[in-house]
Nanobody, 123 residues
């Protein structure tokens, strides 16, 4: 079983950047597909980006070209670099992990979750 702890959220102006980190413990992240989800008030949790065990990546259309996901297996950490942030990116961001080989966009298919980190983008 893996435990996940996010960090790096905060308040930033539109056009700014943040880098979220998700530190794992308990098991190596190389065993999992890792995803970053976000949930804004009154909205469903959505997959923003994910990275498979082989390094394949997924990005939601709304963040393509602005966000970059990466994993450092040696540090047992996954990152989400967020550039050109917009007010619509404001949400709680969650790191999640699922066993298996394939990326899934469904939150229900991720068994392990961090506590979330707030990202607020002001206009």
């Amino acid at each position: 079983q893996v435990q996940l702890v996010e960090s790096g959220g905060g308040l930033v102006q539109a056009g700014g950047s943040l880098r979220l980190s998700c530190a794992a413990s308990g098991r190596t992240i190389s065993s999992y597909v890792l995803g970053w989800f976000r949930q804004a008030p009154g909205k469903e949790r959505e997959l923003v980006s994910a990275i498979s065990r082989s390094g394949n990546t997924y990005y939601a259309d709304s963040v393509k070209g602005r966000f970059t996901i990466s994993r450092d297996n040696a540090k047992n950490t996954v990152y989400l670099q967020m550039n050109s942030l917009k007010p619509d990116d404001t949400a709680v961001y969650y790191c999640a992990a699922r066993s298996g080989l394939l990326i899934s966009v469904k939150a229900t298919e991720y068994a392990y979750w961090g506590q979330g980190t707030q990202v607020t983008v002001s206009s």
